[in-house]
């Protein structure tokens, strides 16, 4: 498809699932991301815009650099190299959020929490519960499928050790923003994966028009706020924002996370109405 040491996927050139064209609007800089997740016409393209997004100059040449040094496991594969859009139901009941991809899994497959373990984990028990059509995610294009279930991160790039800055952060706040507005209209419940992932929903839900409480609530796996939804939603009644521990190596080795509270909190996602 492209050389074999690229340093990203470039737009329209048939990567699966590839949100973006040649000509889709590339942000190079803070007040562009405001710029262009304002005035994205649809979810569609917005998911497009963050997909080609280059605002953070430490991030993107992070990504690019992984792409073409490559994990030996993967030496063969070319490497997505860009940011992970939003993925899933563009009218989904449950909406999970993540920190941000992996360096050698989103950056790589192309499709958030998708070819490492943590993944491994939580698509597991999504299809376990209903909410994915198969076991495992292994690649964009594999034919793996949310059902009634979106994903997204708080930070869209790769960063080293898995922690962006808090400007990264700040710079990348208005993509999750506007996806979260996009899709409240059909949301009941929004699962955070792990205590940064908690964190950065608060301002995301602000600028989307939920009415956040003050103080913020405090992280834990099950903690349960029910938040009143912004005025672009249908519906009146209240959105539930839900802790889960994340699904992390480190996590499930030393049995902080099981399979069955990660079921335990996706079924109460499913349910809740
Ligand atoms: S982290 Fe977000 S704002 Fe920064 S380059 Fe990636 S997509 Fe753009």
Not at 68 to 75: C, G, I, L, N, P
Not at 108 to 131: K, M
Request: charged share 25%; net charge neutral.
């Amino acid at each position: 498809m492209t050389d074999a040491r690229a340093p990203y996927v470039p737009p329209g050139t048939g990567w699966p699932d590839d949100p973006a064209a040649p000509d889709t609007p590339v942000a190079h800089g803070a007040g562009e991301v405001i710029e262009l997740a304002a005035g994205a016409p649809d979810l569609a393209e917005l998911c497009a815009r963050q997909s080609v997004c280059r605002a953070c100059d430490r991030l993107v040449a992070w990504r690019e650099k992984v792409a073409v040094e490559r994990r030996r496991a993967f030496a063969a594969e070319e490497y997505w190299g860009r940011p992970i859009p939003g993925w899933g139901d563009p009218e989904p009941r449950v909406l999970i959020v993540g920190l941000a991809p992996a360096a050698h899994g989103g950056n790589r497959t192309g499709r958030i929490f998708t070819g490492d373990r943590s993944g491994d984990w939580l698509f597991a028990s999504l299809h376990r519960v209903g909410l994915a059509a198969q076991a495992t995610s292994v690649h964009a294009g594999d034919g793996q499928r949310l059902i009634g279930a979106r994903m997204a991160a708080t930070v869209r790039c790769a960063p080293p050790d898995n922690k962006p800055t808090p400007l990264e952060r700040t710079t990348c706040l208005p993509w999750l923003a506007r996806e979260v507005e996009d899709v409240a209209r059909s949301v009941r419940c929004i699962v955070c994966l792990g205590g940064f992932a908690w964190q950065g929903v608060w301002p995301a839900l602000k600028q989307a028009g939920y009415d956040v409480p003050r103080p913020r609530p405090k992280f834990g796996h099950g903690a349960e706020v029910e938040l009143a939804p912004p005025p672009s939603a249908a519906r009146r009644d209240p959105v539930l924002l839900l802790g889960c521990y994340h699904p992390s190596q480190q996590n499930t080795f030393t049995g902080r996370v099981t399979e069955d509270m990660l079921d335990a909190v996706f079924v109460r996602a499913r349910d809740y109405d």
